[in-house]
């Protein structure tokens, strides 16, 4: 049926756009305030998206988000 076949091609044109969705990367180094050494295990979080990690031994983060 017509309907149908237009419904599935609307929806994998919507999951192809999707996929395409700007991603970005956002890289960094937690440091102390006084001694500016890294911080190892430093809890980080972005507000603005609610995802949250912990530094690796050396300090660094790294998030993976969709681009706004």
């Known amino acids: 049926n017509l309907l149908t076949k ?3 091609l609307t929806a994998i044109i919507f999951f192809s ?4 969705q700007a991603q970005v ?3 960094g ?5 006084h ?4 911080v190892p295990y430093a809890s980080v979080y972005l507000k603005s998206t609610g995802y ?4 690796d031994s ?3 983060f790294s998030f993976r988000v969709s681009k706004l």
Do not use: I, M, R, W
């Open 58 to 60: 050396a300090g660094n």
């Open 29 to 33: 180094t937690v440091h102390d305030a």
């Open 6 to 8: 237009y419904f599935f």
């Open 52 to 55: 949250g990690q912990t530094s």
């Open 35 to 38: 001694t500016n050494e890294p």
């Open 25 to 27: 990367t956002l890289k």
């Open 17 to 20: 756009v999707v996929q395409l």
